[in-house]
């Protein structure tokens, strides 16, 4: 795949079909978000669950490479998100089959915006608690807190789905 002027609009992202041209901050933005959301699905119904399953004598360890591993995926794929979602709300493409609402681009703003606080103020210091050990209470909440994260990137890519599909 390659940037390059479609002859509809320059800064566009041509795909190998040539049926969908894109400004590229919001095929970047797209992407993250429909990459964070499959991830979101997959730590809320099959990782964290089986967080549960390893042994108290193996968790300490398990939970820091849990952390570790798991940190170089997420972490460039959240801030491109940010950084994108935060960039089209405030000059969201116009003029184009991209254009959507100004309270449409702020509310996917907002939901990242959401995210980060529940990833920085929730779900990294319950890491941090397990880190220490495996705690029950304190596993059920970073399961049950995830949900917020998992529904905040879910209503992100159906809402980009809505504005990449209208």
């Known amino acids: 795949m390659t940037v390059r002027d479609c002859g509809i609009a320059q800064n566009t992202v041509c795909l190998p079909t040539g049926k969908i041209d894109m400004p590229p901050l919001l095929f970047c933005c797209a992407f993250c978000t429909f990459a964070m959301t499959g991830l979101i ?14 042994g108290p004598a193996q968790f300490v360890q398990y939970e820091k490479a849990h952390c570790q591993k798991i ?47 529940s990833t920085a103020l929730v779900q990294v210091p319950l890491h941090r608690k397990l880190e220490n050990g ?11 807190s995830n949900w917020l994260r998992t529904l905040l990137w879910s209503v992100r890519s159906a809402g980009l789905g809505w504005i990449l599909l209208g």
């Open 41 to 54: 699905w997959l730590v809320q119904l099959v990782h964290y669950p089986l967080m549960a399953n390893v």
């Open 71 to 117: 940190t170089p995926i997420v972490f460039p794929l959240m801030m491109l998100e940010l950084i994108s979602s935060i960039w089209i709300a405030f000059r969201p493409p116009v003029a184009s089959p991209f254009s959507a609402s100004a309270g449409l681009w702020n509310s996917l703003a907002l939901a990242t915006i959401l995210i980060w606080l």
């Open 134 to 144: 495996f705690e029950s209470g304190v596993h059920r909440r970073l399961v049950r």
